[in-house]
Nanobody
Framework: EVQLVESGGGSVAAGGSLTLSCGMS????????MGWFRQAPGKELEEVAA???????TYGDSVKGRFRISQNDARNTVYLQMNNLEPGDTAMYYC????????????????????????WGQGTQVTVS
């Protein structure tokens, strides 16, 4: 059973930085994609960033140039480094695992949440004021 646990959320002033972590366990597939998504109150789930097991990365337009997704060599933790945070970044942030054998799987899987089934973490709150 895949288990994903997010951590690192908190409150930060505008212009500040935070780094989120997603601890992963129970993954048995060799190739896959890990994504970060966020949902603000009253808004739809929004794509943030994704990375596959070949270290291909892709970003949502609203965070490009400010956020960076990465993973450790053991492939058991995915990070989201968030810089120059804005009040509009306030949301619950979720990590998710989904299908990813080639780069385009990760690219389209980030942008179309209905494209493949995915495993989700419980989320971590980020508040920017």
């Amino acid at each position: 059973e895949v288990q994903l646990v997010e951590s690192g959320g908190g409150s930060v002033a505008a212009g500040g930085s935070l780094t989120l972590s997603c601890g992963m366990s129970g993954i048995t597939t060799k190739s896959y994609c890990m994504g970060w998504f966020r949902q603000a109150p009253g808004k739809e789930l929004e794509e943030v960033a994704a990375i596959d097991t070949d270290d291909y990365t892709t970003y949502g337009d609203s965070v490009k140039g400010r956020f960076r997704i990465s993973q450790n060599d053991a492939r058991n933790t995915v990070y989201l480094q968030m810089n120059n945070l804005e009040p509009g970044d306030t949301a619950m942030y979720y990590c998710a695992k989904f299908f990813g054998q080639v780069n385009s799987d990760c690219y389209y899987g980030l942008r179309d949440i209905s494209k493949w089934p995915r495993d989700w973490g419980q989320g971590t709150q980020v508040t920017v004021s």
